[in-house]
Protein backbone atom coordinates (compact mmCIF):
# COMPACT_ATOMS: atom_id res chain seq x y z
CA UNK A 1 0.00 0.00 0.00
CA UNK A 2 0.95 3.69 -0.32
CA UNK A 3 3.67 4.92 2.40
CA UNK A 4 3.84 8.23 3.39
CA UNK A 5 6.98 9.00 5.94
CA UNK A 6 8.06 11.95 7.89
CA UNK A 7 11.70 13.08 9.34
CA UNK A 8 12.21 13.68 11.98
CA UNK A 9 9.13 12.24 14.33
CA UNK A 10 9.65 14.48 16.68
CA UNK A 11 12.25 17.47 17.37
CA UNK A 12 12.91 20.28 20.25
CA UNK A 13 14.58 23.50 19.60
CA UNK A 14 15.25 26.89 20.77
CA UNK A 15 13.08 29.55 20.08
CA UNK A 16 14.37 31.85 17.09
CA UNK A 17 15.62 28.67 15.52
CA UNK A 18 14.52 26.95 12.20
CA UNK A 19 13.05 23.51 11.78
CA UNK A 20 13.07 21.58 8.77
CA UNK A 21 10.34 18.43 8.27
CA UNK A 22 10.42 16.46 5.78
CA UNK A 23 7.93 14.36 3.55
CA UNK A 24 8.21 11.79 1.58
CA UNK A 25 5.97 9.08 -0.70
CA UNK A 26 7.99 5.82 -0.30
CA UNK A 27 6.02 4.00 -2.99
CA UNK A 28 4.32 6.40 -5.00
CA UNK A 29 4.99 9.41 -6.77
CA UNK A 30 2.52 12.72 -5.10
CA UNK A 31 2.01 15.53 -7.41
CA UNK A 32 -0.10 16.90 -4.04
CA UNK A 33 1.13 16.45 -1.07
CA UNK A 34 -0.44 18.50 1.97
CA UNK A 35 0.53 20.02 5.45
CA UNK A 36 -1.65 20.09 8.50
CA UNK A 37 -1.71 21.31 12.14
CA UNK A 38 -2.77 19.46 14.64
CA UNK A 39 -3.44 20.93 18.28
CA UNK A 40 -3.91 18.03 21.25
CA UNK A 41 -7.12 16.87 20.91
CA UNK A 42 -8.12 18.83 18.24
CA UNK A 43 -8.93 17.82 14.41
CA UNK A 44 -6.46 18.54 11.72
CA UNK A 45 -6.61 22.20 9.96
CA UNK A 46 -5.06 21.84 6.84
CA UNK A 47 -1.81 24.74 6.58
CA UNK A 48 -0.88 23.96 2.85
CA UNK A 49 -1.07 22.46 0.01
CA UNK A 50 2.29 21.45 -2.06
CA UNK A 51 2.41 21.43 -5.59
CA UNK A 52 5.64 19.26 -6.87
CA UNK A 53 7.59 22.21 -9.22
CA UNK A 54 5.54 25.40 -8.03
CA UNK A 55 4.85 27.82 -5.35
CA UNK A 56 2.65 26.24 -2.31
CA UNK A 57 -0.91 27.14 -1.61
CA UNK A 58 -1.52 28.60 1.50
CA UNK A 59 -4.60 28.25 3.83
CA UNK A 60 -6.03 31.91 5.47
CA UNK A 61 -4.24 32.91 8.48
CA UNK A 62 -1.41 31.09 7.56
CA UNK A 63 1.89 33.09 7.45
CA UNK A 64 3.87 31.69 4.01
CA UNK A 65 7.07 33.44 5.36
CA UNK A 66 7.07 31.47 8.36
CA UNK A 67 6.05 28.10 7.08
CA UNK A 68 8.13 27.79 3.90
CA UNK A 69 7.12 24.96 2.02
CA UNK A 70 8.98 23.03 -0.83
CA UNK A 71 8.07 20.62 -3.18
CA UNK A 72 11.41 19.82 -4.98
CA UNK A 73 10.39 15.99 -6.61
CA UNK A 74 7.83 13.90 -6.92
CA UNK A 75 8.35 11.82 -3.57
CA UNK A 76 9.52 15.23 -1.34
CA UNK A 77 8.14 17.55 0.14
CA UNK A 78 9.41 20.32 2.90
CA UNK A 79 7.99 22.57 5.69
CA UNK A 80 10.06 24.61 7.23
CA UNK A 81 9.11 26.46 10.83
CA UNK A 82 11.51 29.90 10.39
CA UNK A 83 11.56 31.86 13.44
CA UNK A 84 9.88 28.98 15.31
CA UNK A 85 8.28 30.24 18.72
CA UNK A 86 6.57 28.04 22.07
CA UNK A 87 3.32 28.88 20.26
CA UNK A 88 4.56 26.87 16.70
CA UNK A 89 4.61 23.78 18.73
CA UNK A 90 2.52 21.28 17.65
CA UNK A 91 1.82 18.39 15.86
CA UNK A 92 2.46 18.20 11.93
CA UNK A 93 1.42 16.15 9.84
CA UNK A 94 1.86 15.64 5.79
CA UNK A 95 -0.39 13.78 3.37
CA UNK A 96 0.46 13.07 -0.02
CA UNK A 97 -2.45 12.06 -2.92
CA UNK A 98 -2.14 9.15 -4.84
CA UNK A 99 -6.54 7.64 -5.27
CA UNK A 100 -6.70 9.45 -2.13
CA UNK A 101 -4.58 11.13 0.42
CA UNK A 102 -2.07 9.25 2.64
CA UNK A 103 -1.24 10.56 5.80
CA UNK A 104 2.51 10.30 7.23
CA UNK A 105 3.06 9.53 11.18
CA UNK A 106 3.64 13.37 12.07
CA UNK A 107 6.42 14.63 13.52
CA UNK A 108 5.64 16.44 16.72
CA UNK A 109 7.61 20.01 17.11
CA UNK A 110 8.46 21.38 21.14
CA UNK A 111 9.64 24.87 20.83
CA UNK A 112 11.24 25.93 24.50
CA UNK B 1 -17.10 28.27 9.86
CA UNK B 2 -17.77 24.32 11.10
CA UNK B 3 -18.77 22.95 7.64
CA UNK B 4 -18.70 19.20 8.92
CA UNK B 5 -20.32 18.63 12.42
CA UNK B 6 -19.00 15.42 14.10
CA UNK B 7 -20.69 14.13 17.28
CA UNK B 8 -20.46 12.85 19.65
CA UNK B 9 -17.10 14.21 21.10
CA UNK B 10 -16.32 10.90 22.84
CA UNK B 11 -17.61 7.74 23.31
CA UNK B 12 -17.37 4.68 25.37
CA UNK B 13 -18.76 1.49 24.42
CA UNK B 14 -18.23 -2.13 25.93
CA UNK B 15 -16.47 -4.62 23.75
CA UNK B 16 -19.10 -6.01 21.17
CA UNK B 17 -21.32 -3.57 21.04
CA UNK B 18 -21.84 -1.06 18.50
CA UNK B 19 -20.19 2.19 18.00
CA UNK B 20 -21.75 4.69 16.26
CA UNK B 21 -20.55 8.39 15.06
CA UNK B 22 -22.54 10.81 13.32
CA UNK B 23 -21.28 13.81 10.73
CA UNK B 24 -23.52 16.54 8.88
CA UNK B 25 -22.66 18.53 5.79
CA UNK B 26 -23.98 21.86 4.28
CA UNK B 27 -22.14 21.94 0.91
CA UNK B 28 -23.77 19.70 -1.70
CA UNK B 29 -21.05 19.86 -3.44
CA UNK B 30 -19.34 17.40 -1.45
CA UNK B 31 -18.78 14.37 -3.63
CA UNK B 32 -16.08 12.07 -1.33
CA UNK B 33 -16.75 10.90 2.09
CA UNK B 34 -13.90 9.35 3.75
CA UNK B 35 -13.26 8.26 7.94
CA UNK B 36 -9.90 8.31 9.36
CA UNK B 37 -8.87 6.32 12.58
CA UNK B 38 -6.20 8.16 14.51
CA UNK B 39 -4.42 6.79 17.26
CA UNK B 40 -2.07 9.00 19.63
CA UNK B 41 0.83 10.39 18.35
CA UNK B 42 0.38 8.85 14.73
CA UNK B 43 -1.06 10.18 11.55
CA UNK B 44 -4.33 9.59 10.49
CA UNK B 45 -5.18 6.35 8.74
CA UNK B 46 -7.93 6.09 5.90
CA UNK B 47 -10.80 3.20 7.28
CA UNK B 48 -13.45 3.97 4.73
CA UNK B 49 -14.79 5.74 2.19
CA UNK B 50 -18.08 6.43 0.45
CA UNK B 51 -19.56 8.77 -2.34
CA UNK B 52 -22.80 9.96 -2.23
CA UNK B 53 -24.38 8.02 -5.20
CA UNK B 54 -23.98 4.63 -2.80
CA UNK B 55 -26.02 4.64 0.89
CA UNK B 56 -24.33 2.33 2.29
CA UNK B 57 -20.75 0.32 2.13
CA UNK B 58 -19.08 -2.22 4.14
CA UNK B 59 -15.61 -3.23 5.07
CA UNK B 60 -15.26 -6.18 7.76
CA UNK B 61 -16.98 -4.55 10.78
CA UNK B 62 -16.99 -1.13 9.87
CA UNK B 63 -19.87 0.18 7.97
CA UNK B 64 -20.93 3.89 6.36
CA UNK B 65 -24.45 4.91 6.32
CA UNK B 66 -25.15 7.73 3.68
CA UNK B 67 -28.47 10.08 3.64
CA UNK B 68 -27.70 12.30 0.78
CA UNK B 69 -31.05 13.82 1.52
CA UNK B 70 -30.47 14.75 4.89
CA UNK B 71 -26.64 15.61 4.68
CA UNK B 72 -25.98 13.39 6.70
CA UNK B 73 -23.29 9.87 7.20
CA UNK B 74 -22.49 7.91 9.77
CA UNK B 75 -19.83 5.61 11.10
CA UNK B 76 -21.07 2.82 12.66
CA UNK B 77 -18.34 -0.16 14.12
CA UNK B 78 -19.92 -3.66 14.96
CA UNK B 79 -18.13 -5.77 17.16
CA UNK B 80 -15.76 -3.28 19.05
CA UNK B 81 -12.73 -4.09 20.05
CA UNK B 82 -10.35 -2.66 22.44
CA UNK B 83 -8.21 -2.22 19.55
CA UNK B 84 -11.10 -0.04 17.86
CA UNK B 85 -10.00 3.19 20.88
CA UNK B 86 -8.81 5.91 19.17
CA UNK B 87 -9.73 9.16 17.77
CA UNK B 88 -11.97 8.96 14.08
CA UNK B 89 -12.58 11.96 12.03
CA UNK B 90 -15.14 12.09 9.26
CA UNK B 91 -13.99 14.31 6.50
CA UNK B 92 -15.50 15.26 2.86
CA UNK B 93 -13.79 16.74 -0.19
CA UNK B 94 -15.36 18.86 -2.60
CA UNK B 95 -14.85 17.61 -6.10
CA UNK B 96 -12.36 14.77 -6.23
CA UNK B 97 -9.66 16.67 -8.39
CA UNK B 98 -9.86 19.32 -5.15
CA UNK B 99 -8.17 16.43 -2.64
CA UNK B 100 -9.16 19.26 -0.03
CA UNK B 101 -9.90 17.24 2.99
CA UNK B 102 -11.88 18.85 5.15
CA UNK B 103 -12.39 17.21 8.85
CA UNK B 104 -14.93 16.98 11.46
CA UNK B 105 -14.03 17.52 14.89
CA UNK B 106 -13.23 14.02 15.74
CA UNK B 107 -14.72 11.30 17.99
CA UNK B 108 -12.85 9.60 21.14
CA UNK B 109 -13.57 6.06 21.19
CA UNK B 110 -12.70 4.21 24.35
CA UNK B 111 -14.02 0.33 24.27
CA UNK B 112 -13.66 -1.40 27.15
CA UNK B 113 -13.46 -5.11 27.99
Known amino acids: GAVVSQHPSWVICKSGTSVKIECRSLDFQATTMFWYRQFPKQSLMLMATSNEGSKATYEQGVEKDKFLINHASLTLSTLTVTSAHPEDSSFYIC????????FGPGTRLLVL | QQQVKQSPQSLIVQKGGISIINCAYENTAFDYFPWYQQFPGKGPALLIA?????SEKKEGRFTISFNKSAKQFSLHIMDSQPGDSATYFC????????????FGTGTRLQVFP
Open chain 1, 95 to 102: SARSETQY
Open chain 2, 91 to 102: AAVEGFNTDKLI
Open chain 2, 50 to 54: IRPDV
